[in-house]
Every structure is written in C-alpha cells, then in structure tokens.
C-alpha cells in the first residue's frame, strides 16, 4: 500500500460527457502527477501539480485540466470525452525534498462509449 | 520520437531462473531511473530505483545502469511464477520532476 488513493475505482461516461477524477495523496508528499495508461502502453504524463500549482505539462489537450487542494489532494477534470480517453488514470505523489521517487494510486479505469 | 525504449516481450523464464530485462533511453540528461512492476489490472507498484552507473541490489532484484551506453536493466534471480507481471522502465529527466516510461516488458514465469 503507497498510501495514496483514488476513487472511483471504474467509471463509465458516453462521449461528450465530462469527468471528475479524485486522489488524495499520502501524507508528508505536496507533489501530485496524474497519468494516462492506455490498455497495453506506458503511463503518460498528464500534468503535475505542486503546492496547488500546475508546474508541467504532458502533450494532452486543455479540456484534461486538474486542480490541488491544500491538503494536497488532486481532482483531474476531462471536459468533452472522446472514445480515446478509455484508460486507466493514475494519480502519483511524490515526497518532499529532492527524491524523485513517485508512489501509485490504485487507478481509476475508465470506459468512454 | 519515443524516449524510453523496452522490449515488450513476452520473456519466458523457467522458475529459479534469472529473469534480465532491459531498457534503452534517449535523452541524456536523464538522471534517475526506476522500474515499476504492473500486474494486469492493478498500478504500477516501484521495485527499484537506481541514480549512478554500476548495480545496486536489493533481495533477489539488481538494478544495472550504464549511462554511457544509456542503458538500465532489471535482473530478477530466482525467478518465481508471482514475478510474472509487465515491468516498466521509467526515467526522470534533470529538471523536470515527471516520469517518462516505456511500454513495458510482460514477463511470464513457468513453473
């Protein structure tokens, strides 16, 4: 167990929907990365947050956006859904200090029909 | 252009064999290194981390890096069935906090 966790755990949406994701990081880590993984490739790096600031950015479009709360928790928003957007969406936080080491959450799968 | 190289496999291995997996990068101001297991259905769960050339060891699994050559392998001794997962290889750029990974190697071990 990281401590991290992430809810829903699955999720099905129709296309053009929108989604809210959620992840409360482990205690002690102010750093939250959220990730794409589609079936059969690598994670993806969406966008990372630090200190309730977006500090970088994957290669996906505005419609995924995120926000961190001050308790360090995360949402991942993702406006107008496309089928493409199946996958699993995995929520990492990182301690701080100069580790670089990141701790998964569970993942949330979710299906686009 | 893909940055982080790994055989997808599947490699097969006898149980109480050495399992070697390995994972080429292409940007050489990377600076960490880790390998993540991912059984199917579930999130990557870290193995090792390793940061200078050479091997470091932990229990049954070394991690090896040659920066040099841009290469990071994972040696797993005493392969047993419950290593049979996907293995990803993961690189941190200097600079940059995110992680970039590979597709991942499927590695099946039989009893």
């Known amino acids: 167990e990281t401590g991290v966790t992430q809810s829903p755990t699955h999720l099905i949406k129709t296309r053009g929907q929108q989604v809210t994701l959620r992840c409360s990081s482990q205690?002690?880590?102010?750093?939250v990365s959220w990730y794409q993984q589609a079936l059969g490739q690598g994670p993806q790096f969406i966008f990372q947050?630090?200190?309730?600031?977006?500090?970088g950015r994957g290669n996906f479009p505005p419609r995924f956006s995120g926000l961190q709360f001050p308790n360090y928790s995360s949402e991942l928003n993702v406006n107008a859904l496309e089928l493409d957007d199946s996958a699993l969406y995995l929520c990492?936080?990182?301690?701080?200090?100069?580790?670089?080491?990141?701790?998964f959450g569970p993942g949330t799968r979710l299906l686009v029909l | 252009q893909k940055e982080v190289e790994q055989n997808s496999g599947p490699l097969s291995v006898p149980e109480g064999a050495i399992a070697s997996l390995n994972c080429t990068y292409s940007d050489r101001g990377s600076q960490s290194f880790f390998w993540y297991r991912q059984y199917s259905g579930k999130s990557p769960e870290l193995i090792m981390f390793i940061y200078s050339n050479g091997d470091k060891e932990d229990g049954r699994f070394t991690a090896q890096l040659n920066k040099a050559s841009q290469y990071v392998s994972l040696l797993i001794r005493d392969s047993q069935p419950s290593d049979s997962a996907t293995y990803l290889c993961a690189v941190n750029i200097r600079g940059y906090s995110t992680l970039t990974f590979g597709k991942g190697t499927m590695l099946l071990v039989s009893p």
């Open positions: 990492a936080s990182r301690p701080q200090g100069p580790q670089e080491t990141q701790y």
């Open positions: 947050y630090y200190r309730e600031e977006e500090n």
């Open positions: 205690s002690g880590h102010n750093t």
